[in-house]
């Protein structure tokens, strides 16, 4: 099977290697991958926000499947466009890609499937922002309404800061806040069933102790030693199953991944958001984790369907650490040159944010490589990940040193 992987970052490493160590995969190429893929897949400098440029590589390479990373060329309709040509694909329809591309439209659905999330109002004036802010009462939860990388929410007690974001943004979604641990869980889709994936956790905020501002994530660890047995189990049940089936229902079947955002509440589950795609770093944690055979799975969620497969997991732990540039997240500096990356047993470095300049490997982006370490625990894990980061350099970069502590602890103490 020929495999066109689209996107050029940490996730797409990941999923690059998954998909590559599947013997079902002949050919894998990458568009435009990045040079951590290059060393085993083939490359091709596409212009992701071009539909037309994926589709004619599609097309040219005689793609059997074509597996879509980040979000923009599903909000752009990419996975319409192959579909169209007959070419399998695994990602959601722009209309299904509409999860992510609107809080305002996930919360719909949500209503609609029944499915628990915070409550919240839609606002555009400065008198709905007003009266949404003073209704619920700190902390403030302020959400763009569309696509914003990750970044376009402010959590505040401050709520002139929480107006100024809404006022900057236009239309929001403002929110309840909700308390609780959060956890990242995946669904994989062939638009009428779903198989849910073990749960990760994700850190989002730039420094140690979630001080700091919000980032794409900055480290993730899985399994969750302290989750409730049932968490899987339960998010199918009321996130991921009903979803799905409204989805459906709605004429917009949801083929790819369904990434929930979840907060665990004393009230019980509730989704924060949803992402139509694999989370970063999530994945980094979760793909060297997985037994079951990558390009197969993905090949079926986007043909002949998913029913009677279940997902095989190593019993291992996985820890993700992010070596974030100089400035991250508000004006990452590029350029920097990075060290010769080490290479130790049981450790995967994948690159998320770097380019060859021609004299060696650079910075490029604000996340610039994710370092995953397995081990037999998340002690084990974290040690493998902390040892190999800490022997990269690119100067004025960072990591936050506390990833999948508090739960490597927590494991200690079971
Ligand atoms: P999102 O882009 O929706 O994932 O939001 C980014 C981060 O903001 C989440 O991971 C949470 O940490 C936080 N957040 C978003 N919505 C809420 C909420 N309703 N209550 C508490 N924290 C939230
Ligand atoms: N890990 C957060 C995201 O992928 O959006």
């Excluded at 466009?81 to 070419?87: G, H």
């Excluded at 917009?252 to 989704?271: E, I, K, M, N, W």
């Excluded at 625990?377 to 990940?385: I, K, M, N, S, V």
Aim: a negative charge; aromatic letters at 6%.
């Amino acid at each position: 099977m020929k495999i066109l992987l689209v996107g050029s970052g940490g996730r797409e490493h990941a999923l690059a290697l998954g998909l590559h160590a599947d013997t079902a995969c002949t050919e894998l190429h990458v568009a435009p991958g990045n040079p951590g893929i290059a060393g085993f897949a083939q490359c091709h400098p596409v212009d992701i926000s071009s539909n037309a440029e994926i589709v004619a590589l599609a097309q040219k390479i005689a793609a059997d499947l074509v597996v879509i990373g980040p979000e923009l060329p599903l909000v752009n309709g990419v996975a319409d466009d192959l579909r169209r040509l007959k070419i399998p694909v695994f990602g959601p329809s722009k209309a299904a890609a509409q999860l992510e591309g609107s809080k305002t439209f996930a919360k719909e659905v949500m209503a609609d499937a029944g499915v628990p999330t915070a409550q919240s109002f839609t606002c555009t004036t400065r008198a709905e922002y007003e009266k949404a802010l003073d209704s619920f009462g700190a902390p403030y939860v302020v959400k763009d309404d569309g696509l914003a990388g990750g970044k376009g929410v402010v959590v505040t007690h401050n709520r002139q800061e929480a107006l100024d974001h809404a006022i900057a943004c236009e239309r929001v979604v403002i929110e309840e806040y909700l308390n609780g641990p959060e956890v990242s869980l995946f669904g994989i889709s062939d638009g009428n069933s779903i198989l849910a994936m073990q749960p990760a956790q994700d850190f989002k905020r730039a420094g140690d102790n979630d001080e700091g501002l919000n980032t794409g994530g900055m480290g993730a660890y899985s399994p969750l030693p302290w989750a409730p047995s049932d968490i899987v189990e339960d998010t199918y049940k009321q996130v991921l199953a009903p979803m799905i089936a409204e989805m459906n229902a709605r004429g917009t079947p949801f083929v790819g991944l369904l990434y929930a955002g979840l907060a665990l509440t004393d009230h019980g589950t509730r989704v924060i958001e949803f992402n139509v795609r694999f989370g970063d770093p999530e994945t980094q944690a979760l793909i060297p984790l997985l037994k079951t055979p990558l390009a197969t799975l993905l090949f079926k969620a986007a043909t002949d369907g998913l029913a009677d497969e279940v997902l095989e997991w190593k019993s291992d732990s996985a820890v993700t650490v992010v070596l974030a540039a100089e400035g991250y997240p508000s004006a990452p500096k590029s350029g920097g040159s990075i060290s010769s990356v080490p290479s130790i047993d049981n450790v995967q470095i994948f690159h998320a944010g770097t380019v060859n300049n021609g004299q060696g490997l650079v910075a490029s982006g604000g996340r610039v490589l994710a370092v995953t370490g397995i081990g037999s625990d998340l002690t084990e894990a974290r040690d493998r990940a902390y040892r190999s980061i800490s022997q990269i350099s690119l100067p004025g970069s960072f990591y936050r040193s506390d990833i999948a502590l508090n739960a490597s602890v927590a494991e200690k103490g079971n």
